[in-house]
């Protein structure tokens, strides 16, 4: 087996600990930090499909997803230049009124997994200071909204209608526990996802 193979396979698992010395052994066989990050966000595509299936839990999830982040720690200093891999930047938050940050931290996770850099801006989110996030960033081409109570839906909506209205050319995604597909089209939002490893995929959908 590749060592390459054998990064893909042992980040699935969550083998933390054994995951930066693959991929520092899958580079010395001659594999580019591309094509190694790119093996670990397949990783992470059939995680979170075991995800929402129902076949695995947050736990396994989170192992899987702290697994593939020592191994870009391996890979990122060799990338710094390399913006081919990069989707972009990414700012995160749980909207104002809503302290909830278990569900937005895995989405994190998982889609700077993807290939985004992430700018989080934690919990109770004011609207504004999303608009503010874009334009104190580089390269931002995502906006995450997180919304876990039903009283913060209104908080939502200004969040994805108050970025909307700035001009900014970003695409938003919305999710949360109350949040539907309809509710987010309804507020203009350009995308949403019902967990964790959708989001990471509809995340890339939204950008490339």
């Given at each position: 087996m590749s060592k390459i193979q054998e990064v893909k396979e042992k980040v699935e698992i969550g083998k933390t600990?054994?995951?930066p010395g693959l991929v520092q052994e899958a580079l010395d066989e001659g594999n580019t930090p591309g094509e190694i990050l790119q093996a670990m966000v397949d990783s992470m595509s059939v995680v979170g499909e075991k995800f929402s299936s129902g076949e695995i839990?947050?736990?396994?999830?989170?192992?899987?997803?702290?697994?593939?982040?020592?191994?870009?720690?391996?890979?990122r200093p060799l990338m710094a230049g390399d913006t081919a891999t990069s989707l972009g930047t990414c700012i995160i938050g749980t909207?104002?009124?809503?302290?909830?940050?278990?569900?937005?931290?895995?989405?994190?996770?998982?889609?700077?997994?993807?290939?985004f850099t992430i700018v989080d801006l934690g919990v109770d989110v004011p609207a504004e200071r999303f608009v503010a996030a874009v334009k104190e960033n580089e390269n931002v081409t995502l906006v995450a909204c997180s919304g876990l109570l039903t009283t913060t839906m209104?908080?939502?909506?200004?969040?994805?209608?108050?970025?909307?209205?700035?001009?900014?050319?970003?695409?938003?995604?919305?999710?949360?526990?109350?949040?539907?597909?309809?509710?987010?089209?309804?507020?203009?939002?350009?995308?949403?996802?019902?967990?964790?490893?959708?989001?990471?995929?509809?995340?890339?959908?939204?950008?490339?």
């Open positions: 600990k054994l995951i839990f947050v736990p396994e999830m989170l192992i899987a997803a702290k697994a593939m982040s020592k191994g870009v720690d391996v890979l909207v104002a009124g809503d302290l909830h940050d278990i569900g937005k931290n895995l989405v994190s996770m998982m889609i700077e997994s993807a290939g209104p908080a939502l909506k200004e969040a994805v209608q108050t970025i909307k209205a700035s001009g900014l050319d970003v695409k938003v995604i919305v999710g949360g526990a109350p949040v539907t597909p309809a509710y987010a089209a309804e507020i203009g939002a350009d995308g949403f996802a019902p967990d964790a490893g959708s989001a990471a995929v509809k995340a890339k959908e939204l950008v490339v």
